[in-house]
């Protein structure tokens, strides 16, 4: 009897061991010191893809990470496919509607355009207010022959016109010839086919008054059409000038400068590991101009590589600030960088400059697997998966027509861990604390087990005797 009671005894100090062993495991395979940065992901359910700008916050942690740290989590801490993408500069169009000045050419209708002698009035703006034949013909036979289109004040390129005419019972399909000419002398052809056309049947509507202008012109237009066909009278003549430009999104982080030992050279680091492309030099005082060359490199030994150079000044005109400071360099993710200022101290003084860098925040994207919540994690170690091209999937499936699966918004949340590089040291120090007590507490599991043996081994002897 004392026999089973003591292996009883032994059995339960067994389990409790190993319950407390599996404790401690337990809590550690889910702790967040294997990440030296942790933000929630915020998603709208029901989406396929989802994408996020890398946040400033996650390029500033620490200069030792790059992307291939960079991981996307359940929220369970199981880690889901995803993929690092360029930033995209997004392309704006903008458009410019110009009202032209016309003037009709009137003559008689047997006459040749190219026969005709303009006589031209301006007003004091130096615009073109009246066009009339030098011909001498009578009213009764003169009829409208062309339009001349005034464009001198138009600084934009024209990509189109747009002719407006009162409302007609006649229907008409007229092709148009446009000239281009600089001193409404020599006429050059631009186009090859520019036609209108109003017409109307049963209620039905088809109005086709825009033209086309695929290259540049001069400074009037001429337009003119076979005059035994009809053409109203035109009542508004309007231009159309589209613009696209591209924007690019910028995050932007100042930075304190150096002054080296060496002469007029100036040195700063990158607090992480963002893609600078613009950095913004910042002059301490009015009135100041100087030549700057930009230099990164990826660490002290490496030499030095050029980025680009530019004239910077800011100055005070008329209580205005008047300043060029930005320069494009060439995207780096060097750590270390010199500013090269010849005669720095004539130009700009003893006061150091002030650093801007720019940077475009790459993209996140991921297929939202399961429905769960989401986060956006640097881990301390690089992943060896971090090569694989996950754009060949996402891409196939956000290509497709039949899917168009196209990304949704993710936005980032909730910073649940953000360390230092002196934090990072000290999780470490705490992940090889908490390994030191998982193993004392097996150390003592075992040697209760072994005394617990001993114990029962004696008492057995005792019991025999």
């Not at 395979?29 to 029901?46: C, F, H, R, S, T």
């Not at 690092?84 to 392309?91: F, Q, S, T």
């Not at 189109?160 to 281009?180: A, G, N, R, Y």
């Not at 613009?278 to 990826?298: G, K, T, V």
Request: hydrophobic content about 40%; aromatic content about 8%; proline content about 3%.
């Amino acid at each position: 009897m004392r026999k089973i009671i003591c292996s009883q005894r032994i059995l339960t100090g067994l389990h409790l061991v190993m319950f407390s062993c599996m404790f401690v495991a337990q809590a550690s395979e889910l702790n967040v010191d294997d990440y030296v940065y942790l933000q929630k992901l915020n998603i709208e359910p029901g989406h396929s893809i989802y994408e996020t700008r890398i946040p400033t916050s996650l390029y500033l942690i620490s200069n030792r990470y790059g992307t291939e740290h960079i991981r996307v989590l359940k929220n369970s801490g199981e880690p889901i496919s995803f993929s690092v993408r360029k930033a995209e500069e997004v392309k704006q169009k903008t458009v410019d509607q110009i009202e032209l000045p016309y003037f009709p050419v009137m003559g008689a209708s047997s006459s040749r355009l190219d026969d005709l002698k303009l006589k031209i009035m301006r007003d004091s703006n130096q615009l073109l207010i009246d066009v009339k034949s030098e011909k001498n013909t009578g009213v009764m036979q003169q009829s409208y022959l062309a339009y001349i289109l005034n464009l001198e004040n138009v600084d934009k390129v024209i990509d189109e016109i747009t002719f407006t005419w009162p409302s007609t019972q006649k229907t008409f399909v007229i092709d148009l010839i446009i000239e281009s000419s600089d001193d409404l002398v020599s006429w050059i052809k631009i186009n090859d086919s520019a036609v209108l056309a109003d017409m109307h049947f049963n209620n039905n509507k088809l109005l086709k008054n825009k033209v086309k202008i695929d290259r540049r012109v001069g400074k009037y237009l001429r337009i003119s059409w076979d005059r035994s066909r009809y053409f109203p009278a035109l009542s508004k003549v309007m231009a159309t000038s589209s613009n696209h430009t591209i924007h690019q999104q910028h995050n932007w982080h100042t930075l304190k400068v150096t002054k080296s030992k060496d002469k007029d050279i100036y040195r700063f680091e990158l607090p992480g590991w963002m893609p600078v492309d613009n950095i913004e030099l910042i002059l301490p005082e009015d009135n100041s101009a100087c030549q700057a060359s930009f230099y990164s490199r990826s660490n002290e030994a490496a030499s030095w590589t050029y980025r680009g150079s530019k004239s910077i000044y800011k100055l005070k005109l008329d209580g205005r600030s008047v300043a060029d400071s930005i320069i494009d360099v060439t995207t780096s993710r060097d750590r270390h960088w010199k500013i090269e200022i010849p005669d720095s101290n004539l130009v700009i003084g003893n006061s150091l400059p002030t650093i801007k860098i720019g940077w475009q925040a790459e993209k996140i994207r991921f297929l939202a697997r399961g429905s769960t919540e989401y986060l956006l994690a640097l881990g301390q170690n690089a992943d060896a998966n971090s090569s694989r091209d996950y754009d060949l999937l996402l891409n196939a499936i956000s290509g497709d027509n039949k899917t168009k699966a196209k990304p949704a918004t993710a936005t980032v949340g909730e910073i649940i861990r953000s360390s230092t590089v002196q934090a990072e040291v000290i999780s470490k120090d705490e992940v090889n604390t908490k390994a030191w007590v998982l193993w004392g507490v097996l150390l003592i599991g075992v040697a209760l087990l072994g005394f617990m043996a001993v114990h029962l081994y004696k008492q057995i002897k005792l019991s025999d005797k």
